[in-house]
């Protein structure tokens, strides 16, 4: 079956660090794979996405590349803001039923002035 | 521009009793979820629907049972509330076809005594 796996939290960086969060994942065919974000007290929005290998998804300053030879999907910004601290979700639909999305458990991202 | 409302946002009942969660999309979605999260699983998808009149299983359907009666409201229902359905419950919509992003309300945090 589907799976996700993304590196646990919290994780707590200063204004203006690099940040990267790793999302591996297994699935049956050819994925797409998305990236959302749940600000406190909100649902989760979705933050970019990339259907294909090698497709890059990009919005807000943070990117992520489909690697499928690692089967890997991980998030990336080169500078965080407070604003940005949520959590943040990997997830893929995949398969026959290609409109449910498989979530990885979340990692909390801290960021202080 | 409304989206995904879901009602009432808290909630506090007691074992045994019943109660009925609404959510109703404004997008003209054709397919509608439920979700629970909890700490540390992320989030599990209960029940699905996908078109007007049609329900399904997700991940963890046990205790409870949803209708789509009509294409914008899923309805989720909980008929002898236990404290092991103590979640944030999340609706969410979207399109059809294959990996249309999800749009999701805001939840509604439910606790059973």
């Known amino acids: 079956g589907n799976s996700v796996t993304q590196m646990e939290g919290p994780v707590t960086l200063s204004e203006e660090a690099f940040l990267t969060i790793n999302c591996t994942y297994t699935?049956?065919?050819?994925?797409?794979l998305f990236w959302y974000v749940q600000y406190p007290g909100e649902g989760l929005q979705l933050l970019l996405k990339?259907?294909?290998?090698?497709d890059k998804g990009s919005n807000k300053g943070f990117e992520a590349t489909y690697r499928k030879e690692t089967t890997s999907f991980h998030l990336e910004k080169g500078s965080v803001q407070v604003s940005d601290s949520a959590v943040y979700f990997c997830?893929?639909?995949?398969?026959?039923?290609?409109?449910?999305?498989?979530f990885g458990k979340g990692t909390l991202l801290t960021v202080n002035p | 521009n409304a989206g995904v409302t879901q009602t009432p946002k808290f909630r506090v009942l007691k074992t045994g009793q019943s109660m009925t969660l609404l959510c109703a999309q404004d997008?003209?979605?054709?397919?509608m979820y439920w979700y629970r999260q909890d700490p540390g699983m992320g989030l599990r998808l209960i029940h699905y629907?996908?078109?007007?009149?049609?329900?399904a299983k997700g991940e963890v359907p046990d205790g409870y049972n949803v209708s789509r009666l009509k294409k914008q409201n899923f309805l989720l229902g909980l008929e002898s509330a236990a404290p092991s359905q103590t979640s944030v419950y999340f609706c969410?919509?979207?399109?059809?076809?294959?990996?249309?992003?999800?749009?999701f309300g805001d939840g509604t945090r439910l606790s059973i005594l």
């Open positions: 699935a049956t065919g050819y994925p797409s």
């Open positions: 997008m003209n979605h054709e397919y």
């Open positions: 629907s996908v078109g007007e009149g049609t329900t």
């Open positions: 990339a259907t294909k290998a090698d």
């Open positions: 997830a893929l639909s995949s398969g026959g039923s290609n409109y449910k999305l498989t």
């Open positions: 969410a919509s979207s399109f059809t076809g294959a990996n249309q992003p999800q749009h």
